[in-house]
């Protein structure tokens, strides 16, 4: 089986992605990018000269913190959480591109529109 195409990210997507890997608690880098990959059915695959200055910078902005601890295999790992005002901006960014997607779909899709 061929694999899938890979789909390019919309600036400012990958923010979004992995504030939401982390709404359910810590990960470190490896394993934010392999749920990205895996949840979206490997359309969305995650280069590590992507990932870390993305990760940057929302440590930056105070939409996550880090902090070194043992990863399953015994490995120091720097492990990321969503801090209360990341929480807060993924949920008005989610909103956002539901908006967005939505809008999208009626448009690449008008006839849903005209039949009703």
Known sequence: MPDPPRVELLQGTLDLLILRTLLPGPSHGHAIAKHIQRTSEDLLQVETGS?????????AKGWISASW????????????RLTVSGRKHLAEEQSKWQALSRAIGLVLNPAEQEAQ
């Open 51 to 59: 990932l870390y200055p993305a990760l940057h910078r929302l440590e």
């Open 69 to 80: 601890q043992l990863s399953d295999k015994g490995k120091r790992a720097r492990y990321y």
